[in-house]
């Protein structure tokens, strides 16, 4: 088993900039790729960007392409997003997930999840 919590969720405006983090516990974080997927109301979740075991392959969703950063720390145990030039649309409850790194935009492909953390970004 694997705990992932969020946290740096928060309200900024438009424009600002947010730092997420996944702190793992349990069973070796390293071992897994790491996605963050997030849910705005009324929709479904979308995948925002993911990172391989070991940090050297990132991938991003077109929307977030150029404005959000993935990394990781295995020796912390912990995972990041960077958010920067955040939109409206961006409103969301973020999530971070583990899983093997096979079908990585797929959140069926991630075996654990977090509780997530909201972010609002006002216009």
């Known amino acids: 088993q694997v705990q992932l919590v969020e946290s740096g969720g928060g309200l900024v405006q438009a424009g600002g900039s947010l730092r997420l983090s996944c702190a793992a516990s349990?069973?070796?974080?390293?071992?897994?790729?790491m996605g963050w997927f997030r849910q705005a109301p009324g929709k479904e979740r979308e995948f925002v960007a993911a990172v391989s075991w070991n940090g050297g392959s990132t991938y991003y969703a077109d929307s977030v392409k150029g404005r959000f950063t993935i990394s990781r720390d295995n020796a912390k145990n912990t995972g990041y997003l960077q958010m920067n030039s955040l939109k409206p649309e961006d409103t969301a409850v973020y999530y971070c997930?583990?899983?093997?790194?096979?079908?990585?935009?797929?959140?069926?492909?991630?075996?654990?999840w977090g509780q997530g953390t909201q972010v609002t970004v006002s216009s």
């Open positions: 997930a583990a899983g093997p790194f096979l079908v990585i935009t797929d959140g069926g492909n991630y075996d654990y």
């Open positions: 349990g069973r070796t974080f390293s071992v897994y790729a």
